[in-house]
């Protein structure tokens, strides 16, 4: 059964720290792994990584993908209370018109 | 508002009774998927369209559970003779056919069933 699981599942942290959120994925086949950030209801798109080893970078956030070891990492430096939230990790399949999540990791931000 | 809008926001059913969800997607969206979450968990898959054709169908989509888009705009989702274990957040996104990273997700019906 294709798999994703993430972790930690809830971090709490200091204004100002750095984060790393880790997503492992065991899947019979592999498009690609997604980033969402979900606030309070609907998920928002943070990144797309389809090839190993390219840094995805947006702002104080950073995402990459190894996919010999089936796992991918999203960074945030300097965090900000507004980056509270919980932040989803997906894949998607070639073929497949869904996307498999993990549990999602709840980030808060403490001032 | 061009987002993916989902109605009602929050219900509160008995145990036993239907329920029905309405999701508009964005316009120029053909495609358009309903997940569910529960407390503490990422969005579970339930079924999928494409215009008005319902493509695929998650095992979690139980015989109580139906799905529509008739006119392939808006969709219906419809949960007959609820039962508590149906108590979650309903999604709704859409999306371009090429643009699976691009989905577009609503804000969500929240069901609690008591």
């Known amino acids: 059964e294709d798999k994703v699981v993430q972790s930690p599942l809830s971090l709490v942290v200091h204004e100002g720290d750095t984060v790393t959120l880790n997503c492992s994925y065991e899947?019979?086949?592999?498009?690609?792994l997604l980033w969402y950030k979900q606030e309070k209801k609907a998920p928002t798109f943070l990144f797309m990584l389809?090839?190993?080893?390219i840094e995805k970078k947006s702002g104080r956030l950073s995402s990459i993908l190894d996919k010999k070891e089936l796992f991918s990492i999203l960074n945030i430096t300097a965090t900000q209370t507004g980056d509270s939230a919980i932040y989803l990790c997906?894949?998607?399949?070639?073929?497949?018109?869904?996307?498999?999540f993990g549990q999602g990791t709840r980030l808060t931000i403490n001032p | 508002d061009t987002g993916v809008s989902q109605n009602p926001r929050h219900k509160i059913t008995k145990r036993g009774q239907n329920v029905t969800f309405r999701c508009d997607p964005i316009?120029?969206?053909?495609?358009l998927y309903w997940y569910r979450q529960t407390l503490g968990q990422g969005p579970e898959f339930l079924t999928y369209?494409?215009?008005?054709?319902?493509?695929?169908k998650s095992r979690l989509l139980s015989d109580r559970f139906s799905a529509e888009r008739p006119k392939g705009s808006f969709s219906t989702l419809e949960i007959q003779r609820t039962e508590q274990g149906d108590s979650a957040m309903y999604l709704c996104?859409?999306?371009?056919?090429?643009?699976?990273?691009?989905?577009?997700f609503g804000s969500g019906t929240r069901l609690t069933v008591v």
């Open positions: 996104a859409s999306s371009f056919p090429s643009q699976i990273y691009g989905y577009t």
């Open positions: 899947v019979t086949n592999f498009r690609s």
């Open positions: 389809t090839s190993s080893g």
């Open positions: 997906a894949v998607d399949f070639p073929g497949a018109q869904k996307l498999v």
């Open positions: 316009s120029e969206h053909n495609r």
């Open positions: 369209f494409q215009n008005e054709a319902q493509l695929e």
